[in-house]
């Protein structure tokens, strides 16, 4: 899932730009007015208090701003931004920023590539969106108009994977400015993905290709008729689909958006929200099947969220599927976490370590 610190760290950035610049820090400030940014999460962890959690921050820079820092004041200033930064992220509670990296632009570099630029511009919180559904993935799907009743379906496919896709203007509500949805769609996608029709190329298809490029976001092209990805993106193997089976594209699409998630975690909490949210017993069954199936070990905030969405949600725990003698849920929170567990009524309860090995074949019956 992703942090708190995470979120505010765009705002927190602004924030130390203007103070620099008041201040005169003027090495400090154009440090951050050219750097690109990334976030990893998690770096170090400790139990303590509940869990507390440290991040590491790299800042990115172009050669010729790099060049105006001494190599031996690199770490300094770093070591600055970083003290700062946890001056602003007092008030949050259980993580912090660990470490504060300065580093070159590098195209080649896989971290780069999923690197922010900063903006003086507040970032748009996506969870305070109508267009965003809390906790799915995110997903801007670039296509004509008249294929948009195509899109959709393929939306609605992806909903069931735990992505949450911007078809304008299919996901524009009623009376807002559209314009200024599109632009918060693309500001706050994770992903981009092309609906690559033979006519795909207009205006409005360049503009949001460009400016998923400006951005640094991942772009993975369906290809729905004989034209290759344009532009910029044609080095790229597109994903082949139907452009009459829209639908049948979702899983592959699915696993090619998981990889330019480009973190594992992310990708879980997806899988797990889609399960505990799930509408219907139907549902519950492919929802868990998937994430069983994808999920190799759970941390504690998501086992926590497992025995929580199962207690609260009657979809899960009066399924079968997920409760029969086959103990299939109980087994798969058994081999993510080591730990045996208990199931009565919408009630998960943790017990000690599990045996070192036990029967998950399901005795035969697909998992």
């Known amino acids: 899932m992703n942090r708190f610190l995470s979120l ?28 690109r940014f990334t976030v990893d999460e998690d770096v170090i962890h400790d139990n303590w208090n509940g869990g507390t959690y440290g991040h590491k921050v790299t800042l990115y820079l172009p050669l010729e701003e790099l060049d105006r820092i001494e190599i031996d004041q690199q770490g300094p200033i770093a070591n600055c931004i970083c003290e700062d930064l946890n001056k602003l992220a007092k008030a949050v509670e259980n993580e912090y920023f660990h470490e504060v990296y300065i580093e070159h632009e590098d195209e080649n570099d896989p971290w780069f590539q999923r690197s922010i630029p ?80 033979d006519d795909f190329e207009s205006t409005w298809t360049n503009q949001e ?33 139907s452009i009459s089976t829209p639908i049948a594209s979702a899983q592959a699409l699915f696993r090619l958006i998981g990889k330019a998630l480009g973190k594992e975690e992310r990708l879980q909490d997806i899988l797990i929200t889609s399960f505990i949210e799930s509408p219907s017993w139907s549902d519950t069954k492919v929802r868990f099947d998937r994430m069983a199936k994808l999920i190799t070990k759970l941390t504690d905030d998501q086992l926590k969220r497992i025995i929580a969405g199962f207690r609260d949600n009657d979809q899960l725990n009066q399924c079968m599927h997920l409760t029969s003698h086959y103990d299939r849920l109980k087994k798969f929170l058994e081999r993510t976490t080591g730990h045996g567990f208990k199931i009565e009524g919408n009630r998960i309860t943790k017990l000690k370590p599990a045996p070192a090995a036990f029967d998950d074949d399901d005795d035969g019956v697909p998992f």
Not at 215 to 233: A, M, Q, R
């Open 209 to 241: 290709v460009g400016y998923a490029l400006g951005k640094g976001t991942p772009i993975i092209s369906l290809k729905l008729g004989k034209n290759d990805p344009p532009g910029f993106v044609n080095h790229k193997q597109a994903l082949k689909g």
């Open 118 to 197: 900063f903006s003086t511009k507040p970032a748009v919180n996506p969870d305070n969106l109508s267009i965003c559904k809390k906790g799915l993935g995110r997903v801007f799907i670039s296509h004509r108009d008249k294929h948009k009743a195509e899109a959709r379906e393929l939306a609605d496919a992806l909903e069931d994977y735990g992505i949450s896709s911007f078809v304008a203007h299919e996901t524009i509500p009623a009376n807002e400015e559209w314009r200024k949805v599109i632009v918060n769609g693309l500001e706050t996608m994770e992903v981009m993905v092309l609906f690559l029709t």
């Open 8 to 35: 505010k760290l765009p705002s927190y950035l602004i924030r130390l730009h203007r103070a620099y610049d008041k201040a005169g820090s003027i090495v400090e400030r154009d440090v951050i007015n050219s750097c």
